[in-house]
Each structure stands twice: as C-alpha cells, then as structure tokens.
C-alpha cells in the first residue's frame, strides 16, 4: 500500500477549531505506532500545480486563497480558517492525491491511502467551504481524466454531504458520485432526488440517513447502492471520501458507528475494487473530529483496505 503523510500538513493552523493540527498528529502517531509507516511504500511528491487547481478551482478563487494564506486572515468563511501555511498544507494534500493517482493508475501498486489535511469535500470551484480549502478528490478524480481515465467512481462516507464534489461533476456522466450522509445535517444538500442533470443524470446517488441508523443498516444501503452504480458504469478507478466522524462519539457530526464498522467497509470498497478495477483504489482522509476515536477508525479502515489485497 502507498501511504502519504507529511508533517508540513500541521502548517495549516487553525487554533482551536475542530479541524485541528491535532487530528493530523494522531493520525501520524498511530501510523508509526500500528506499523503501517514500516508496511506501507512511502512516497515523496510535489504539491498540486496551478494547472492541476484549475481543473476545480478557477484561476480568481486560488489567488483569493494564495492571498488570504499570505496574510493570515484567519476565518474567510464561517466554518473556514487559514494560516499562513494553510496554502502549504493545502496544495501539498491535492498533491499527494494527485500522485497517488498516477502510481495507482501506472501499476506500482494497486491502494494508496492519503493521510492529508485540510479536507475538501466541501469546497466549491469558486469558494471555501466548511473547513475546506481545496478539493482534494474532484481536483484528483480530474487528475485520473487527464491520465486518460474515462470512467472513475467517487464514494464518500464522511457524516457530512460532499456537496463540492458533487458540484463539479452535476453534469458529468464520466466520474460516478455516491454519498451517504446524516441527514437534516450540514449543509443540507444531498437529498435522494439529486441524480445529476444532463449527460451526468443518474450518476450522482445520494443516500441520505438519520442520525439513529442502525450500523447495519447504514453499511447495507452503502453496499447495495455503490454496487448498483458500479456495475452500470464499471469504474477504472475508485477514489474514497474516507470521513471517520460517523462514529457514535464524534463531537462535529456522529452517527452510530464503531471502528469495527470501518474495518467492514474497508474490506468491502476493497473488494469492490478488485471486482470492478484490479484493485484500484485511493483513498483519502476528508472529517473526523475525535482526537481519539478517528485514528483508531483510520486504522481499521487500514486493516480492512490491507486484508483485501490481491
């Protein structure tokens, strides 16, 4: 497995905010305490051109951000802040997508898991939104396109709608888009009934639950409804919104899983993989907000992605 992790993600700064330097540092901990740093191929890499950004982002917003991240601006929207290294830390996560993506696609291994900060589902191609500055796997996903990838699947299990992603590809019927998320929750899209328009119609799903859902039950809906869209379009690449703050004592979102449920959903998205794409998968840390918790379910993500292996 190819694993990314930095400590120049902790440039971002943010103070006491729940997305905090902290997260990151634990999750850093228990990959050298759990042995995936020693298991795992560790790559170096570039951070994300301008080129690459622009995929997303227009050329207005990053220079808005470049700027806001040279002075220091501190909170640009209501659930965002930005230090001065957050551009840093920005640019070197959409990187370290973008290069797990090239190894995956290029055959040096088949699962790469990106251990990054700030996430990016709710990033916008023109705003900040919701603790995130970039959008590491729509910037990723347009990435794979530009390697020639015609056919690429999204699925995103954070607590929270990956309205930004979602955003980018409305219209795309060549990356698939699945989503399920707590629902009345921030930021309130998402609903069943958001299929994608145009030539994109029917490759976005969007499952939506409440917040008393059994574990079974949410691991089921996921299941059925990621392999439903998987076998229509037959991904060459599968790329994971891997969110941790469903689990029961998140502070910021919280459903009713354990890091057992994890480990149950890595072993499936792996296998999906196999099935539909000789294993090719990328996944990419996006919430996640109990210092302790989260790295415990990072790891049996780990676990799960690691004893699917072909």
Known sequence: MLLYHHSDFALHNTQSHPESVARITNVNQMLA???????????????????????NHSRTYLKE??????????????????????????????????????????????????????????????????????????????????LGLNRVLIIDWDVHHGNGTQATFWEDPSVGFVSIHRSPFYPGTGSADETGSGKGLGTKVNIPVAASIAPDEFLKRLFESTEKIANQMKPELILLSAGFDAHRNDPVGGLTLESEHYLQAGNWIAALARQHCSGKLVSILEGGYHLKHMPECVDAHLQGIASERV
């Open 33 to 55: 305490d759990s042995g995936w740093v020693e298991r795992c191929t560790l790559p170096t890499w570039n951070p994300a051109s301008h080129v690459q950004c622009q995929r």
């Open 65 to 146: 951000l470049e700027d806001w991240c040279q002075n220091d601006a501190g909170r640009v929207e209501v659930d965002t802040v930005v230090s001065k290294g957050s551009w840093t830390a920005a640019t070197l996560a959409a990187g370290a997508v973008c290069d797990a993506i090239e190894r995956v696609v290029a055959a040096e291994d088949n699962t790469a898991f990106c251990a990054i900060r700030p996430p990016g589902h709710h990033a916008l191609p023109e705003s900040a939104m919701g603790f995130c500055l970039l959008n590491n796997i729509a910037i990723g996903a347009l990435h794979a396109r530009s």
